[in-house]
């Protein structure tokens, strides 16, 4: 494919992303399609002569959109919403023409510096404490990871290199291994299962703190755990809140845990993957009181904030944490301002060596949309959630299981565990919307998350019809059983 072809397959393919987007809400959710389904349909080795494009265009709609999951359907409800926008698509379509491996400001200065730059745009946008921002001098600053899930991690690391060596440098007799099998790290009951992950990976036990009746870690729990573990001689180093819990979007109490973690030395990480993107509006800034008692913070403006994936942003309060843990100089990677401290090299500030040029995506989406109107966005999902919990509450045979604070609906209908995941059953088999469930206090409940960028009033409505006629038809099914079972 030369220069004139692409110019003209370019414009063929943006017809057809338009045409997807804007006709996706006549597309089934859910794929019809079993496992294993795709391999029968493509060779088993790829082709020895060229193919055409118009064969390769075919064969999208023909093998792989029968297979796809239409996150981006006004009628998908399910985990939480999966940013997209025009602005960040156009951006992909530059990263990938520049194709840089930005790992040092050498390897392309304008990435690494844009990146800079929007995070600070963006922490400012949050109202974040200036010690988590670059500036011209700061301490802290930002980095975009790939997803939540790494920054946890990279935060962990940090934390066990941090201590390790200040446990080392006043007592030097002890080793690594002895330390590390007395590290604990903390997190609430109900934080996202990649905390524990992070605590596989990183060798660390990882001990879950209950939370209280509103699904919230507070400061007794986390206190009785912490002096517990040390008068056992087990030593806590690492303590991960959450602001938006993905099973129900609750918020852990920062303005008390903090404290505590401040108190006793331990590194303070603050998961706020979904519900960061909501600090952004003044109304839902005091969710995040309390970050200025953090090392590190997260959240993914791939989810709510109009930035396709991968785009997970992380700050930290002293970079020198960062790089103080992963730093390796290997002479072909070294250039002659790197210890300028005029620059940073984010290959310091993250696992990967590679990363793509992503901060194009933020300035995009940043200058195109604005800051009010990236507000007016969030502020209309949460509205349509609140829209949804009105419906629910107005129908007796259903129960609201959590708080509505943003843009999640956790709800069940008032009866068995048996009944919800058959109405669970029954409304992602007919495939009109699509739904996934959570576990809260050994309860099955459904979660309805506001996603689609294009959702309306009326696809809530219609959704909400749906649920109440699945629901009618499984209560139904369940009083002819009891009456069998009574005959």
């Given at each position: 494919m030369n220069a004139s072809e692409f110019r003209r397959?370019?414009?063929?393919?943006?017809?057809?992303?338009?045409?997807?987007?804007?006709?996706?809400?006549?597309?089934?959710?859910?794929p019809d399609v079993d496992p294993g389904y795709l391999r029968p349909l493509i060779p088993t080795t790829a082709p020895q002569e060229p193919e055409t494009f118009e064969a390769i265009i075919e064969d999208i709609e023909k093998i792989i959109m029968p297979g796809v999951t239409?996150?981006?359907?006004?009628?998908?409800f399910a985990y939480f919403p999966t940013a997209s926008s025009y602005p960040a698509m156009l951006a992909d379509m530059l990263c990938g023409a520049i194709g840089c491996i930005g790992f040092s400001w050498a390897a392309s200065p304008a990435c690494t510096e844009l990146e800079t730059v929007m995070m600070?745009?963006?922490?400012?946008?949050?109202?974040?404490?200036?010690?988590?921002?670059?500036?011209?001098?700061?301490?802290?600053?930002?980095?975009?990871?790939?997803?939540?899930?790494?920054?946890?991690?990279?935060?962990?690391?940090?934390?066990?290199?941090?201590?390790?060596?200040?446990?080392?440098?006043a007592s030097p007799?002890?080793?690594?291994?002895?330390?590390?099998?007395?590290?604990v790290a903390y997190a609430s009951d109900q934080a996202h299962s990649?905390?524990?992950?992070?605590?596989l990976i990183g060798g660390v036990r990882l001990k879950a703190i209950p939370s209280d009746g509103k699904f919230a870690m507070r400061a007794s729990a986390l206190q009785e755990a912490l002096e517990r573990d040390k008068a056992a001689g087990l030593i806590p180093f690492f303590v991960v809140a959450t602001l938006g819990t993905t099973s129900c979007c609750s918020f852990d109490n920062l303005l008390e845990v903090g404290p505590i973690c401040?108190?006793?030395?331990?590194?303070?990480?603050?998961?706020?993957?979904?519900?960061?993107?909501?600090?952004?509006?003044?109304?839902?800034?005091?969710?995040?009181?309390?970050?200025?008692?953090?090392?590190?913070?997260?959240?993914?403006?791939?989810?709510?904030?109009?930035?396709?994936?991968?785009?997970?942003?992380?700050?930290v309060k002293k970079r020198t944490d960062l790089t103080g843990a992963f730093r390796l100089d290997p002479v072909y990677l070294r250039h002659s301002h790197q210890d300028s401290g005029l620059i940073t090299d984010y290959r310091h500030w993250q696992l990967p060596l590679g990363r793509r040029?992503?901060?194009?995506?933020?300035?995009?989406?940043?200058?195109?949309?604005?800051v009010k109107g990236l507000q007016a966005y969030i502020r209309k999902h949460v509205q349509l959630s609140h829209a949804f919990e009105a419906l629910v509450r107005q129908d007796t045979r259903f129960e609201i299981c959590a708080e509505v604070i943003l843009g999640l609906v956790c709800f069940r209908l008032k009866g068995s565990n048996k009944l919800n995941e058959a109405l669970l059953e029954s409304i992602n088999s007919a495939k009109k919307i699509h739904l996934v469930p959570c576990s809260l206090r050994d309860r099955f409940v459904l979660r309805f998350a506001i996603?689609?960028?294009?959702?309306?009033?009326?696809?809530?409505?219609?959704?909400?019809?749906?649920?109440?006629?699945?629901?009618?038809t499984v209560l139904r099914a369940q009083g002819e059983e009891k009456a069998e079972i009574k005959n």
């Open positions: 397959r370019g414009k063929e393919m943006v017809d057809y992303v338009a045409d997807y987007l804007e006709g996706i809400e006549g597309r089934q959710v859910f239409h996150w981006h359907s006004p009628y998908f600070d745009w963006l922490g400012k946008m949050l109202q974040l404490p200036e010690a988590f921002l670059a500036g011209e001098a700061g301490e802290g600053g930002g980095v975009i990871q790939g997803t939540a899930s790494e920054a946890t991690l990279v935060a962990l690391l940090a934390a066990r290199t941090k201590v390790t060596r200040h446990l080392q440098a007799e002890l080793t690594q291994a002895a330390i590390m099998e007395k590290l990649s905390v524990e992950k992070a605590g401040h108190k006793e030395g331990l590194w303070l990480h603050v998961d706020a993957a979904y519900a960061g993107s909501a600090f952004i509006c003044p109304e839902f800034r005091h969710l995040l009181n309390g970050v200025e008692f953090a090392d590190s913070f997260n959240f993914n403006p791939h989810k709510w904030l109009l930035v396709n994936f991968d785009c997970s942003a992380m700050w040029f992503r901060s194009l995506k933020m300035w995009f989406v940043f200058r195109m949309y604005g996603c689609s960028r294009t959702v309306e009033l009326a696809h809530v409505q219609l959704a909400w019809e749906h649920i109440q006629e699945m629901a009618a």
